[in-house]
């Protein structure tokens, strides 16, 4: 009986059409299946009670036992509000509402204990709460859970329809009653026992009213293995079965490549260089269509594997291209590649926004008649006008700034074969994160720096220490090397405000230093006198750029030395270690300042604490998808990946790592399913929702 779980919610014991209306506007809640997936979003632990005088700032939602008194109501018509005290032996906390006012003064009682829970804030150095919840303390029936659910519920269910945590309870109590003997195991008896799983139905019991702490994380376990294990299932079979659909060119042959790095290339190779070339080499003898994600931090140096890569297709008679976020880092990868195609006897062209229609004409002929062999731009490059005679390989550089759509259009070039795909990002994705985003593409890691680059040194300093900072600027542009400031302001939502801090900001570096010449950048400007200015300082015209974040992505001066960040507060902590990467690429020492006022929030005290401590991209990656949450990182609201139940991205990778395990396991033995004992996997896999998850093919 499956449809059993996509039973009305109205139907239900005691909930009635108005209410199953109001569940569904308000928490979007549609069916029974949507109720028993709604788990707590925490535990009221009855054991666990923090002594008044040891709460501060810092605590998460606490609680705390006492007895009330000086309740009393103040202020009038939209000030009123309901102050209260309530006293353990160690203090007094005073607690306030805004809201339900009138109904708070019908239940709340002095002289009564209470069991407070809340978020505490210190103010004047006493702790305070706003909007508490109470509960009587009453006698603990003997037997009676411990662990009370907590449910999210909207102000409005809550102050006008009486649809608090504990109603919800209630009808999810109701449900479980009816719907645990409608439960199927989704997973097969084989990994139940092989990682020691929970039985779904127990699970499903103990996630709502679980019995102790220790049933509840068995059931926790049991509910994240299944959903990141299908999360995974689904993701490698599309993998297998685009292997084996799939073909692609073969680039076996390398006379040209041979010769660049015999004659031409200025450096060697680092480890991991080779490796990652090696990797894509293998991919393009295969005969199949790669997709690969390369990663590699800011400096890695990334952009010459993709220049041997496009010589690859290049000796194979294939073209390719190269697609940049930005004009700035698509104009210098152009001018860096062009000195080596030069020589090699390569046509390599530029398209831009800012492309002339002639040269664009000449360009798409060129393109078409396959006298270009490699192409350099922007999105500009994705418009139906461009087309290719054979288009072998397509490479996207800072890939988290494209859209998915945009990926497709790339497919779609080459109408015989399916151009390879690369994408490289210095955005450190953490494992856990790529494994799920990019489970059907195949990774690649830089994970090592040319040789002979020093740490960039990092300080953080207050905005009242400006003049040190200026004179530290001073010396070391006196030493020949050039500084960036940069200033918080997004390209996309400039607001007024920041605007004027960065003009302001010009102008005070401006008169700071009258002996110098000074650039800026930022995005109000058109394309071109953005390219202009940054061709000033990459020639050293200029020793100061001021400048936005437009300069984040990728651009190389390794003749600048200095980053100095404004506002650090208002940067995210990837962000932060991006435009550090822009220092440190030349051979001297480099240095980030991170500029702030004192009043740092705990957040921004970690971000900054961090960046001083490490310049390890991937275990920021890791700290910032801890302090942000997945959703937030680089867009990935939109992949559909990360609207997951129970599962989380930043804390749960182990369990990802081990359902990964399993996924690829029973596709090795029985990659159909098609086996007895994986007909559960089966039967659950064909029942989920048809959103696939797809990132590397949009077809
Ligand atoms: P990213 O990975 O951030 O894109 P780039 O490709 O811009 O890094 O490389 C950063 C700098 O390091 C460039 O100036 C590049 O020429 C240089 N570089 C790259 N590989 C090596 C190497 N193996 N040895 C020395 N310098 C290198
Ligand atoms: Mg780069």
Redesign the pocket.
């Given at each position: 009986m499956t449809n059993f779980f996509q039973t009305k919610l109205e139907y239900l014991r005691g909930v009635g059409l108005q209410r199953a209306q109001l569940l569904q506007k308000e928490l979007n809640l549609f069916t029974y299946g949507d109720l028993i997936q709604r788990y707590p979003f925490r535990y009221l632990d009855r054991t666990q009670f923090y002594n008044i005088c040891d709460l501060h700032d810092d605590m998460p939602y606490v609680q705390v036992k006492g007895i009330l008194r000086g309740r009393e109501v103040l202020g009038e018509g939209p000030k009123k509000r309901m102050v209260a005290k309530v006293a353990d032996a160690s203090g007094e906390l005073e607690l306030v509402w805004f809201k339900g006012v009138n109904y708070l003064e019908k239940i709340i009682r002095n002289h009564q204990e209470y069991i407070v829970f809340g978020k505490p804030t210190m103010f004047n150095g006493r702790p305070q709460m706003a909007h508490p919840e109470l509960e009587e303390v009453t006698e603990q029936k003997p037997g009676q859970s411990y662990l009370q659910p907590v449910y999210n519920t909207s102000e409005k269910l809550k102050n006008y329809h009486r649809i608090d945590s504990k109603a919800l309870a209630r009808m999810v109590a109701d449900l479980l009653k009816i719907a645990l003997p409608q439960v199927q195991e989704t997973l097969s008896a084989e990994l139940i026992q092989h990682y020691g799983l929970m039985d779904k139905a127990t699970a499903l019991q103990q996630i709502h009213f679980p019995q102790n702490s220790d049933l509840l994380q068995k059931a926790r376990f049991r509910l994240k293995f299944e959903e990141l294990f299908y999360v995974q299932l689904k993701l490698l079979r599309q993998r297998d079965q685009r292997k084996v659909t799939l073909a692609g060119q073969i680039f076996k042959e390398v006379p040209t490549l041979v010769h660049f790095y015999k004659n031409i290339m200025?450096?060697?190779?680092?480890g991991a260089?080779k490796r990652v070339i090696h990797d894509i080499y293998k991919d393009f003898c295969a005969g199949q269509q790669m997709n690969r994600l390369l990663q590699?931090?800011?400096?890695?140096?990334?952009?010459?594997v993709a220049f041997i890569s496009m010589l690859m297709a290049a000796d194979n008679g294939a073209q390719s291209c190269l697609m940049a976020p930005t004009e700035i880092l698509a104009d210098q990868h152009y001018t860096?590649l062009k000195t080596y195609a030069d020589m090699l006897g390569l046509k390599i062209g530029l398209l831009t926004g800012s492309t002339r229609t002639a040269a664009r004409r000449v360009l798409h002929e060129q393109l078409r008649s396959g006298e270009m062999h490699m192409l350099v731009g922007t999105h500009a490059l994705l418009e139906d006008v461009v087309q290719f005679k054979n288009l072998g390989l397509t490479i996207m550089?800072e890939q988290h700034r494209f859209g998915v759509a945009q990926r497709s259009k790339l497919w779609q070039k080459n109408p015989h074969v399916i151009p390879h795909v690369l994408v490289?990002t210095?955005t450190p994705i953490p494992r856990t994160l790529a494994m799920t985003l990019y489970g059907d593409l195949d990774v690649s890691v830089?994970d090592e720096l040319?040789?002979?680059r020093k740490p960039i040194v990092t300080v953080h300093r207050f905005d009242s220490n400006r003049l040190k900072v200026f004179g530290f600027l001073r010396d070391q542009i006196r030493l020949g090397r050039q500084v960036y400031i940069v200033y918080p302001l997004i390209e996309e939502s400039e607001t007024m405000a920041d605007y004027k801090d960065l003009m302001d900001g010009y102008e005070s570096v401006a008169r700071a230093f009258p002996e110098f010449q000074i650039s800026i950048v930022h995005g109000r400007m058109t394309a071109g006198e953005k390219d202009a200015e940054m061709q000033r300082f990459i020639k050293n015209e200029t020793q100061i750029m001021v400048a936005t974040t437009v300069i984040e992505v990728?651009v190389?001066v390794?003749n600048a030395s200095v980053m100095v960040i404004e506002s650090t507060e208002r940067f995210g902590l990837s962000q932060l270690h991006q435009l550090r990467?822009r220092v440190g690429?030349g051979a001297e020492q480099s240095y980030c300042i991170l500029m702030s006022g004192y009043k740092l929030s705990k957040d921004s005290r970690t971000r900054i604490e961090t960046m001083v401590r490490t310049n390890n991209g991937f275990e920021i990656a890791d700290i910032d998808l801890k302090l942000r949450g997945p959703g937030d990182l680089m867009g990935t609201q939109q992949s559909g990946v990360l609207d997951l139940l129970i599962a989380d991205l930043a804390k749960d990778g182990r369990i990802l790592s081990e359902s990964r395990a399993a996924a690829q396991a029973i596709l090795h033995s029985d990659p159909g399913l098609n086996q007895p004992q994986n007909q559960a996997i089966r039967r659950h896999i064909e029942s989920l929702p048809a959103t696939a998850v797809n990132w590397s093919r949009i077809s």
């Open positions: 200025p450096f060697d190779l680092t260089q590699g931090d800011v400096g890695s140096g990334k952009t010459i860096g550089d490289m210095a830089i040319p040789a002979g990728g190389n390794p990467g690429r």
